[in-house]
């Protein structure tokens, strides 16, 4: 989720994605799920 004051067309934003340490220790995590930052564009409204 973002905050609605950052949702505004064209804003770039950044999320990490992923588990800490990748995802050890949860039984049914893939193994290596490690965390990645992913850039985006926001769009308040879907694609034309």
Known sequence: MIDE???RDGAEVE???GQPDG???K???EPHHV???IR???S???PV
Do not use: I
Request: proline share 10%; glycine share 10%; charged share 10%.
């Open 23 to 25: 995802g050890v220790g």
């Open 44 to 46: 308040t409204r879907p």
């Open 27 to 29: 039984p049914l995590m």
């Open 15 to 17: 999320l990490v994605w």
């Open 35 to 37: 965390q990645t930052t």
């Open 5 to 7: 004051a950052e949702a």
């Open 40 to 42: 985006a564009t926001v």
